[in-house]
């Protein structure tokens, strides 16, 4: 007879999935992740995982889910100090820097091109909601700086996303030279809000 939880115990086991979870995934790959493993660690029966997951690439949208909230109370924080836009991205980056690295989890997913194989096996909804989480999160900042115009916001959002990815490639750029152009790329996306607040897409584009 199956086992039935309380609403306690069902957020315990959820989290010592997730823990165990990200451990193995971390470790191995999502690729050589075996809900089965993880459900002998946590110490329940096999079947019962799906109570809580439909798949284990589910267990691991949720891992980064919680380190979506995390950013996003990092930026609550940030724009709470009332700097200037420009300053505001230039810490925001930095600090995004830092959570990337130590962020082992989507170092892994994309350092050994898994995130892919996530974006595949995904419900097309469950991905959809992510992304459009994430995009409006990133509108959301663009339009506290006071930047509304949205091919603007649209170019902001994948600048930002590229500086990131070329974050991930540190072995090959050479990882001595990492905390100097983190710098460089901080202040890089400062410089364009700036510019963006003065009118310098419109400049650029109809000038």
């Known amino acids: 007879m199956p086992k039935i939880f309380s609403e ?10 997730l823990d165990a979870g990200q451990e193995s995934i971390i470790r191995q ?41 995390a950013r996003q109370a990092a930026i609550a924080g940030l724009l709470a100090r009332g700097l200037p836009a420009a300053d505001t991205m230039r810490e925001l980056l930095l600090w995004g820097f830092r959570l990337a690295r130590e962020n082992s989890l989507m170092r892994v997913l994309l350092q050994r091109d898994e995130y892919r194989l996530l974006v595949r096996t995904l419900p097309a909804e469950a991905l959809a909601a992510h992304q459009a989480e ?48 983190e710098i460089l790329y901080a202040g890089m996306a400062g410089d364009w809000v700036a510019k963006m607040l003065g009118g310098g897409y419109q400049e650029a584009t109809h000038g």
Do not use: W
Not at 8 to 13: F, K, N, P, T
Not at 43 to 59: C, D, M, Q, R, V
Not at 134 to 152: P, S, T
């Open 134 to 181: 994430d995009e409006a999160e990133m509108r959301a900042l663009f339009q506290h700086f006071g930047i509304q115009d949205d091919q603007v916001v649209r170019i902001g959002t994948a600048f930002i996303r590229s500086l990131f990815l070329l974050c991930l490639h540190e072995n090959e750029i050479g990882p001595r030279l990492m905390p100097e152009l």
């Open 8 to 17: 306690a115990e069902r957020d315990l086991v959820r989290r010592r999935l």
């Open 29 to 69: 790959g999502l690729r050589k992740t075996k809900v089965e493993e993880l459900t002998m660690t946590v110490g329940i029966a096999k079947g019962t995982f799906y109570n809580f997951f439909p798949s284990k690439e589910a267990l691991c949208l949720a891992l980064l889910e919680e380190a979506e909230s």
